[in-house]
């Protein structure tokens, strides 16, 4: 029995399965003391656990401890490389790449026929184009909603609002409609450029995951969403490792 683990610099998504059958999944932070919360089987019946993460070095220590003692199995990371699968990374140092990018982007390369984008839409957002060759063609990274609303919030303290997560990109006719229909005018016209590199690349999907996915979606992206990309992604590395 496997626990998947997809733990960002706070949220953590996990899943159990066995066999290629999901037994159970769920969310939760590493600032929590127990961020699997809810796992369907006692914990010492987990045999192994695979993580990709993102996280500072102190809070992998962290979970690394956290589940070496849960669960007593060894734990395997897997972070990105220069090449898997035919799918080929354009980072001329791929440890420079977050590793939930790398597997986001593997799950869908072997998943889809032809090219494609990656839209990961968290914390900060993370586009990658990927032609039909599995050549990566590289990508952008963008602050994400709420870290747009805290930067306006610290750093620019006189500006009084109330975050709304509006899709309207109407001029505002208030402060705080300026700002949230500021950050929905910048999402959709993020939502367009994409559109227009996925013609100008000759790509063929656009496959989007994250917590802030379904609002990228209201704006406008022609995308088909996979919350659990990453970890469908962390998957497929980690049987193919463990069959060397």
Not at 1 to 6: G, S
Not at 28 to 50: M, W
Not at 135 to 164: E, N, V, W
Not at 190 to 195: G, S
Request: hydrophobic residues 40%; proline residues 3%.
């Amino acid at each position: 029995m496997r626990l998947l683990i997809d733990a960002g610099n706070s949220r953590l998504k996990w899943r159990l399965d066995q066999g290629g059958q999901i037994l159970g999944q769920g969310v939760g932070t590493l600032d929590e003391s127990d961020p699997v919360s809810g796992l369907p089987v006692d914990a010492s019946q987990i045999t192994s656990v695979a993580v990709s993460t993102v996280a500072s070095e102190e809070k992998r220590l962290g979970l690394v401890a956290f589940l070496s003692a849960r669960t007593g199995a060894p734990v395997r990371f897997h972070w990105s490389e220069s090449r898997r699968g035919g799918l080929v990374n354009a980072y001329a140092d791929p440890h420079k790449m977050g590793a939930d990018r790398w597997h986001a982007m593997y799950a869908a390369w072997r998943s889809l026929k032809g090219g494609f984008v990656v839209v990961d839409a968290g914390s900060a957002v993370t586009v990658d184009y990927v032609a039909s060759t599995g050549d990566h063609l590289g990508g952008f990274i963008l602050p994400g909603l709420h870290m747009m609303l805290r930067s306006l919030k610290t750093d620019a303290a006189r500006i009084g609002f109330d975050p709304d997560q509006v899709l309207d990109t109407r001029p505002g006719e208030s402060t705080g409609e300026c700002v949230n229909h500021g950050l929905a005018w910048l999402s959709a016209a993020m939502v367009d450029r994409i559109h227009g590199d996925v013609r100008t690349h000759g790509l063929d999907h656009i496959v989007v995951t994250g917590g802030d996915a379904d609002r990228l979606l209201g704006l406008g992206l022609s995308a088909m969403n996979r919350p659990q990309l990453v970890l469908e992604g962390l998957a497929l590395i980690d049987d193919e490792e463990q069959a060397k």
